[in-house]
Structures are given as structure tokens and as C-alpha cells.
């Protein structure tokens, strides 16, 4: 069975980053999409949440690279 005939996996919303755009599992190619994500509405907020994550990490001080 192919994931996008699985059942199990007809709730999952990608972002596009070529169409800037939610779609779902038969979208485009998945190297350029974020996700998957649960619901449409958090993968509308897909560029916000990668911003918000990359912020924590760089301040990360675990990941610090200062000597």
C-alpha cells in the first residue's frame, strides 16, 4: 500500500516551500515540504515554527559554540 492510500495518513498537511502553500500527503515531491503536521491550521504556521525552533537552538546553550 502507498502512503498516500494508507488510511492511517489521510489526516497529515504538508507546507510547500516551492508554492508556499498546505497540501496534503499527494502534494509535491517531499524534498520540498515541511511536515507532516497534524491538523491544516499548524501547517499554515510551518515558517513560524521552524523560525521559532532555529531561534531556541542557536540559544541553545547545550549547542553553544562560544569557547
Not at 503536521?37 to 499548524?42: A, D, H, K, L, V
Amino acid at each position: 500500500m502507498s502512503p498516500v492510500q494508507d488510511p492511517s495518513r489521510k489526516d497529515e498537511w504538508y507546507f510547500c516551500l516551492d508554492h508556499r502553500t498546505v497540501e496534503p500527503l499527494d502534494g509535491c515531491r517531499a524534498a520540498v515540504r515541511l511536515g507532516p503536521y497534524p491538523t491544516r491550521e499548524e501547517a499554515e504556521l510551518a515558517l513560524e515554527t521552524v523560525e521559532r525552533r532555529n531561534e531556541a537552538w542557536d540559544n541553545d546553550p547545550e549547542w553553544a559554540d562560544d569557547d
